[in-house]
Every structure is written in structure tokens, then in C-alpha cells.
């Protein structure tokens, strides 16, 4: 073999030339289509845009309605405890008026015990159920305003020169009078009972059940007078709210208030007694 003959394959000792490396191609998708994406991106797409679908619109749905019953609920619960803000007064004038209520229902209790003793112990069971029937027939008329009534209680005079007293005012007073364990009340020449109702009256006044009474309004009230003249001169209340409109207020304390005013004892159209 000549020296110009060269082997067709190289001797093992030589070296082939060094290729450069070819950048790294992302990786093809199936059927040459677009690159497949890693990882990372595939989270990124999946995250954004978001993607709503109905069940999950329902479920946050329900989740906003349940956290807006939770916020309902804790709100009412924090003003039902507004009585952590109030002043040291009224809170003393709040659970007087309970102890008063409280004794007052105690002392309703113990007199309904001694009627039933009284009739279980009674001779004559029939003459005491009938003096008994006469006395809470006494009460009820004293409550209807069928009867006059007298006792220990206070009067309430207004004085308004300007004509500012209006219906919602006057209303106020007697609700107060009533809290605070009021028996019987009489404005001007009205008597009030549960059903009575006020309203403006045209020209000024105020009307009660619908008869026009005018300044000076008076009330007479039965009741226990520590308890009655307290609940009026409390701060904020009836006596303060009525001198913001330049009233003359006169509350008085005395031994024997009558209420003579009367209303006349209605028929009930359809209600009987069902020991009839």
C-alpha cells in the first residue's frame, strides 16, 4: 500500500474534531405541536385568569351568607350589653325600678295566697267567694276607670306658654308614670287607661282618646310617690325633656290624690264569660 493511500477508517489513536453542542430545545409536544410548558408555568396558567364555575359560586355563596349571620349575631349580642356604657344613675334607676317591680308582683302573689287560704279555710265558702268577686270587681273598675279612686300619689303640672308640648310627649309621661307602678291617671279631665290613645290636635292642644285638653295639663296620679316623682326628674328624662321646650314643670308629692274622672263600662259586642 502507498504512502498517498490513506485508510478509510482513522487509526485508533487519532481524535475527531470538537463539535460545538447545540442549545437545548424545549421539548417538543405531541405531533410537533406547541412546546410543553414545565411545572411553574402550568400552576401560573392554571391559577390566572381565574376560572369560576357554578359549584364554586354557590359555595362562596353560601360562605359569605353564613359569615354574614355571624356578623348579624355577634352585633346583636354586643348591643344587648349596652348597659356596660351607661351611667351610674341610670343603672341605679333601672334596678330600683325592677326591686319595685319585683316587690310589687310579690306582694300581688301574697294576696292572691291569702284569698285562696281564705276560701279553703272560710265557714261560708260562698259569702267569702262573693266578697272576694266584689273586691276584685273594685280593682278591675279602678284599672277600666269605671270607678273613681283615691289614694297616695302625686300631681304633674305642665305649664306651656308656647305651645310646644306636643302628643308624643305627653305619651311618654304617662308610659313612665306606668313603669314606675302608677294605678290610676287622670290628664285635665280624662282618665287614662290601657287602651287610651294621644294624638296633636288641631290649633294646638293635644287629644286624648279623642277629647281636646289644653295647657295647663294636669295629672293626677295614684301610686307610690318615692317611686312616681323619681321616675319624672330622672336626668334625660320626662321633667329635663319637657323644660328643652321652655315648659314650667311642678311635680308634687301628697297623700291623698282622687282621680274622680270616669269612662263608661263598654259591652263587649262578642266576647262571653266561659263560666257561662
Known sequence: MSADDKPEFPLRGELPAEVPAAEPEAPAGPA?????????????????????????????????????????????????????????????????????????????????????????????????????????????????????????????????KKGAIEADMLLDAIQELRAAGAEAIQVNDVRVVASTHLSDAGGGGVRVDGRKVGAPYLFKVIGKPHDLEPALNIPGGVVQTLEKEQATVTVTRSEKIVVSALRPAKQPDYARSSSE
Open 32 to 160: 410537533g405541536g406547541r412546546p410543553r410548558l414545565t411545572g411553574r408555568q402550568r400552576l401560573v396558567k392554571g391559577l390566572w385568569p381565574p376560572r369560576v364555575t357554578r359549584p364554586q359560586l354557590i359555595v362562596a355563596l353560601l360562605l359569605f351568607v353564613l359569615g354574614l349571620g355571624l356578623a348579624i349575631q355577634v352585633r346583636s349580642n354586643n348591643d344587648s350589653s349596652a348597659l356596660r356604657g351607661a351611667r351610674q344613675e341610670d343603672l341605679v334607676r333601672i334596678l330600683d325600678e325592677l326591686d319595685d317591680r319585683t316587690e310589687r308582683l310579690e306582694e300581688e302573689k301574697r294576696g292572691l295566697e291569702e284569698q285562696r287560704t281564705g276560701l279553703e279555710n272560710s265557714s261560708d265558702q260562698a259569702e267569702e267567694a262573693r266578697k272576694q268577686t266584689v273586691e276584685r270587681e273594685r280593682q278591675l273598675g279602678i284599672l277600666a276607670g269605671t270607678v273613681a279612686a283615691q289614694g297616695p300619689g302625686i300631681t304633674l303640672a305642665i305649664e306651656d
